[in-house]
């Protein structure tokens, strides 16, 4: 029974896992660009017409070499930390995602 319940736990891990996998990207089109101190904000519209600000910078990227300027119409898959303000939403960029 020991080893049937560690196995049932190791399979709801897996999958819990999986299904995270995703839950902080972000895929839409540039908008516009406004260039700060240390890098850029981005104003991304999704294919459901959610708006979100990101900031992207070399300090908050995983690997400072992907860090990369888009252009306005350009299509961008961004991975971060999101939040909210009363208003707006928001990503840190830690790592932008290549197609």
């Given at each position: 029974m020991k080893k049937f319940l560690s196995f049932v736990f190791l399979v709801s891990l897996i999958v819990s896992c999986a299904l995270m996998k995703d839950k902080n990207l972000l895929t839409g089109d540039v908008e516009a660009i406004e260039y700060g101190k240390d890098?850029?904000?981005?104003?991304?519209?999704?294919?459901?017409?959610?708006?979100?600000?990101?900031?992207?910078?070399?300090v908050n990227l995983v690997d400072s070499q992907d860090y990369k300027v888009f252009k306005i119409g350009e299509k961008v898959t961004l991975k971060g930390e999101f939040w909210k303000s009363d208003t707006e939403k928001h990503i840190k960029v830690t790592d932008i995602v290549l197609r």
């Open positions: 890098g850029y904000t981005a104003k991304i519209k999704t294919a459901k017409k959610e708006i979100y600000l990101a900031t992207i910078s070399r």
